[in-house]
């Protein structure tokens, strides 16, 4: 057994490493201890090693070559500045989610001196600055460049995507910034046109290279190669591993994945989104293939209000505003009424989060009648649907949890996938295979197929 | 050289009648213009967006269906508002419902803040010449 790779996660609560046999695509052993991302990142990294060492026999060259992603010190914080809200902010904000970032702000039009000053308390690892559609408006951006200029140096880094006849004003602009500004295509080169792959490496460039220095994460290249992306990235890339496959490998197709953590619930669509009925009326915006949001109010442990609030709009088993008292700070559900409380929790997290993911139809009534208007992505078509997360794993009853991300009869209007096949990641390992399918992809897909469980 | 003004094409409200403005966004496009098409069905909000975000110099709308006047009912008020008053407004085509005098439609458009208004056979070549013109007046070309 000596194929084995190491994938890493740095996360803020816990260290999780997992072990894969490449000779046999499986699981040989999984770690998870607490993060010592505060102390010494590499403390944590050691006992979780030893611990899969217990199970399984690790090579110095095996910890070398693991790879890993990270979501520690407070993840990938980015601000957002754009102009108009459902156009440059919105692009920009896209791309930042696409790249793996928690956006932790977002802006438009001018920028008043209270925004920055309160983009300066915010200190984010990277701000977006986007607006102007390619030879459109510049004043907006360079006014923009010109606020932040005149902030402290609580922006670690810049990342420019706007309009490109503005650049040069903006290097003058933000020159005191020299070595910490980097430009790349505009998000929006013009209306109807989203290209966010250009701003997506850049800043995976900046991460690598910067963020996990300042962070501590970096200490941990003392033992192992490279942390090679945010946490969300991987998910990101292992479902894009899912649906579209590799080279001499088939993948699923079109799918949507659901991530209920403890502070967060990520969704990924994998889909085109194109209207599935007729006579239906587009958005201009359109919508990006590979499509990450992520809602920050909605969690088991840390955002349990949110969830119980939301159950107050639904039919509660008995006793449900007295049980849920003892699931908070993320405990784990003990006995029959807990088991109930803590379901219905995680399918009204599932739902809530599908649902502001999913597009949606409107009727307006023009004069020949009724016409429907998308926006956002249909996804009753997709064939498939995986749940992966806390939430879901440690649910009791795991289809009726992950049912939730399915449309409702009689509720037609929200696009949520009517008869997808439901499969379970309940190893949590996603991101594992998110990241092994940077290098070996044919050896990714094969292992999460053989992982991933059909629910009935 | 200046470069090319910007300007935006687009059917108004739930209008699905497209041939009109892909006409007139080809001209405008030959014409030397660099013409941002939103094709059919623009609600009056897209045009305000699109024209912030692409500093257009004009926007350039067609109806067919008669129900403009309604869909564009404070349009010049929310241009002003978003800070593009200066931004010249055109539309034409079937602008009212029933046999009427167009004399009629060009005054009800111009008191909602239309620059210019045009009939269903307009000659696009001297829509072409009253833009380049009115560009001028306001130094913009």
């Known amino acids: 057994m000596d ?34 991302v505060d102390t010494d990142i590499t403390i944590g990294l050691e006992q979780a090693f030893k611990e899969i060492g217990s199970s399984v026999k690790i090579t110095e060259t095996n910890r070398r070559k693991a790879l890993a992603c990270s979501s520690a010190a407070g993840g990938l914080r980015m601000v957002c500045v754009g102009f108009v809200p459902e156009l440059t902010s919105e692009a920009a904000t896209r791309a930042a989610l696409g790249a793996g970032a928690k956006i932790v702000g977002r802006f438009s039009y001018e920028l008043s ?6 983009i300066e308390s915010i200190s984010p690892d990277i701000l977006l600055l986007a607006g102007g ?35 040069d004003e903006i ?6 910034f020299d070595d910490r500004v980097y430009f790349t295509r505009n998000v ?18 900046i991460f690598i290279n910067h963020i996990i220095q300042a962070k501590g994460i970096a200490k941990a290249k003392a033992m192992i190669d490279d942390v090679i992306m945010p946490t969300p990235s991987a998910g990101l890339e292992a479902a894009k591993l899912i649906a579209n496959g590799c080279e001499g490998a088939s993948g699923f197709g079109e799918l949507l994945v659901v991530d209920v953590g403890g502070a967060t619930t990520n969704v990924y669509s994998i889909a085109s989104g194109k209207p599935s009925g007729g006579a239906v009326v587009l958005d201009h915006l359109p919508e990006p293939f590979v499509k990450r949001t992520v809602e920050g109010d909605i969690g088991l442990k840390y955002n349990i209000a949110t969830l119980e609030e939301l159950c107050r709009a639904r039919e509660r088993p008995q006793n449900f505003d007295r049980t849920i008292k003892n699931l908070y700070g993320g405990k784990l559900p003990v006995g029959e009424e807990e088991i109930i409380c803590h379901d219905l929790l995680s399918r009204v997290a599932v739902d809530t989060a599908v649902t502001r993911h999913v597009g949606r139809l409107e009727v307006v009534y023009g004069p020949s009648g009724q016409v429907l208007v998308q926006h956002g992505k249909d996804l009753t078509q997709v064939k498939t649907l995986i749940g992966t997360g806390g939430g879901i794993v440690f649910s009791a009853n795991q289809g009726y949890v992950l049912q939730g991300a399915l449309s409702q009869a009689g509720n037609d209007a929200i696009l949520k996938p009517k ?4 499969l379970l990641d309940d190893c949590y390992i996603l991101f594992a295979v998110g990241l092994l399918s940077q290098v070996e992809p044919v050896r990714a897909l094969s292992l999460i197929k053989k992982q991933l469980k059909l629910i009935q | 050289m200046k470069k090319a003004p910007t300007v935006i094409t687009g059917t108004v409200g739930m209008d699905a009648h497209v041939i009109g403005t892909k006409v007139l966004s080809r001209a405008f496009k030959d014409a030397g213009f660099n013409v941002v098409p939103l094709g059919m069905q623009v609600s009056p909000e897209e045009f305000i967006r ?13 109806s067919l269906y008669g129900m403009a006047e309604l869909d564009l009912k404070g349009f010049k008020e929310k241009m002003m508002e978003a800070g593009l008053g200066d931004v010249i407004l055109y539309i034409g085509g079937i602008l009212g419902i029933g046999r009427h005098d167009f004399k009629e439609d060009e005054a009800k458009f111009k008191k909602l803040g239309f620059d210019r208004v045009y009939p269903p056979e307009a000659d696009l070549n001297a829509a072409i010449a009253d833009l380049w013109a009115d560009l001028k007046k306001k130094k913009k070309a």
């Open chain 1, 188 to 205: 929006m080169p013009e209306i109807g046109v989203f290209d966010a792959e250009p701003c997506n490496k850049k800043i995976r460039d």
């Open chain 2, 50 to 62: 699109v024209a912030q975000e692409t500093d257009a110099s004009a926007i350039l709308m067609t």
């Open chain 1, 133 to 167: 559609t390619d030879g459109g408006n510049e004043k907006v951006i360079v006014h923009n460049a010109k606020m932040l200029a005149g902030s402290d140096h609580a922006v670690k880094n810049f990342v420019v995507a706007g309009n490109k006849s503005a650049q």
């Open chain 1, 171 to 176: 290097k003058i602009a933000l020159r005191d």
């Open chain 1, 3 to 36: 194929n084995i790779r190491l994938l890493i996660d740095f996360g803020s609560t816990f260290t999780k490493v997992v072990a894969v046999d490449l000779d046999r695509d499986e699981i040989v052993a999984i770690a998870r201890v607490p993060s010592t």
């Open chain 1, 113 to 118: 001196r209270q925004e920055v000053e309160e």
């Open chain 1, 419 to 422: 008869a997808p096949k439901l």
